[in-house]
């Protein structure tokens, strides 16, 4: 059965970080493209962030640029999402993703063909 189960959200004051990871099961995720999207109340789904499957380049929206850091340990079949200076609007529930495929045009992320998905995993940045 596959599954993507985020974990490590939570409530993070302004300048803080978490570090956010994404377990597969049922499959590889060295074979796919993977990464990250978000959605806040009253907001369209953002991409955040992704690897690509072939040459491993990664990719970051221009919101997070410099700020957060997507990862991959094949071995434990684990994505993470390293989040440094978090801002109040970088709240939102987080998911991670499986696709098939992605653009990526002036910064802007945006994913489609997704595979798979987890429940996400909430993050609230606020004093």
């Known amino acids: 059965q596959v599954q993507l189960v985020e974990s490590g959200g939570g409530l993070v004051q302004p300048g803080g970080s978490l570090r956010l990871s994404c377990a597969a099961s049922g499959f590889t995720l060295d074979y796919y493209a993977i990464g990250w999207f978000r959605q806040a109340p009253g907001k369209e789904r953002e991409g955040v962030s992704c690897?690509?499957?072939?040459?491993?380049?990664?990719y970051y929206a221009d919101s997070v640029k410099g700020r957060f850091t997507i990862s991959r340990d094949n071995a434990k079949n684990t994505m993470y999402l390293q989040m440094n200076s978090l801002k109040p609007e970088d709240t939102a529930v987080y998911y991670c993703?499986?696709?098939?495929?992605?653009?990526?045009?002036?910064?802007?992320?945006?994913?489609?063909?997704?595979?798979?998905w987890g429940k996400g995993t909430l993050v609230t940045v606020s004093s």
């Open positions: 690897i690509h499957s072939t040459d491993g380049n990664t």
């Open positions: 993703a499986v696709t098939n495929g992605f653009t990526y045009y002036s910064g802007t992320l945006t994913y489609y063909d997704m595979l798979y």
